[in-house]
């Protein structure tokens, strides 16, 4: 892809930004709001896990200030030494809900800037979660009854960005 001399300035002004975010405070949140087309959800995602040795994170259909503070205080967790597995559950004494680590079969996909810091193409794309939450009536996408359904919370590997 060739871009313009204005686009590569800006680039490497967003590179650069990303790139002193994540040495002062380890990792970034990338927040995508839902596109233009049916069935593109908002999703946030880490930056700079992998560089920690452990895959990105994702969140997907929430805003952007609970999709930030659940991934910052997962990635905080991750960065102080805690390695995440797939099929594990996160719960917390003080907040509600609960959060299902599950692997993201498609990250190149998905976690585009992820991909663009570390230099990776889409083929070899750094790993990740995806967090999936359960609704405030405590059920999961996968539970019968699940209100919100695939739209709001897709199952991993069935959307991208």
């Known amino acids: 892809m060739t871009h313009d001399p204005q686009t590569i300035a800006w680039l490497d002004q967003e590179d650069a930004h990303l790139a002193q975010t994540i ?30 040795g452990h895959p990105e994170l994702v969140i997907v259909g929430l805003g952007h200030d609970n ?22 559950l996160l719960t917390w004494a003080d907040r509600a809900g609960r959060i299902v680590v599950e692997a993201l079969p498609n990250p190149g996909e998905v976690v585009l800037a992820a991909n663009r ?6 083929e070899y794309s750094v790993p990740a979660y ?8 405590g059920t999961f996408p996968w539970d019968d009854g699940y209100p919100c359904g695939p739209d709001c919370q897709p199952r991993p590997g069935t959307w991208r960005a």
């Open 23 to 52: 040495r002062a405070h380890r990792w970034a949140v990338q927040y995508v709001g839902s596109g233009e087309e049916p069935g593109e959800p908002a999703f946030g995602y880490t930056i700079g896990l992998f560089g920690l």
């Open 117 to 122: 810091f570390y230099e990776r193409p889409v």
């Open 67 to 88: 999709a930030h503070g659940i991934l910052g205080r997962v990635a905080g967790m991750v960065a102080d030494g805690r390695d995440l597995l797939g099929g594990e």
């Open 130 to 137: 995806q967090l999936t939450w359960d609704h405030s009536d």
